[in-house]
């Protein structure tokens, strides 16, 4: 399914000791259900899915934790890159994805 990260046996093993509410945010990231504008359209909250920051693309999972450009500083102090692909994001441990979610303060 497209914009979706696919879990691994690492995630598995790091993810035991999230608290609830960090774990339901990595959830809704994982599968797109957040309170991103793409997601929000598609449940028809809002008229219009584009992202706040750069009104050319959807504001999905994928886009906001790996190309938004309001969030890249963001993005490189937490990931160590300006951008992420879906594979890059697949490989990482779930917690920087919590930390950077809720320091963008765009998820609730």
């Known amino acids: 399914m497209k914009n979706q990260l696919k879990p691994t ?3 598995l093993e790091k993810g035991y000791y999230m608290v ?6 990595l959830v809704g990231l994982l599968i797109g259900h ?9 449940m028809k909250i809002r008229e219009d899915p584009t992202c706040f920051s750069c009104p050319e693309s959807e504001e999905m999972a994928l886009h906001f934790l790996g190309s938004r450009p309001a969030t890249a500083i963001l993005c490189t102090n937490l990931f160590g890159a300006y951008v992420m692909e879906a594979q890059d994001l697949c490989k990482m441990c779930w917690t920087p994805l919590v930390r950077f ?3 963008s ?3 609730r």
Not at 20 to 25: E, G, I, P, S, T
Not at 34 to 42: A, K, N, P, R
């Open 9 to 11: 046996h690492v995630h």
């Open 20 to 25: 609830n509410v960090n774990l339901c945010m």
């Open 101 to 103: 979610a809720t320091a």
């Open 105 to 107: 303060k765009r998820i």
């Open 34 to 42: 957040v309170t991103l504008t793409g997601h929000l359209s598609v």
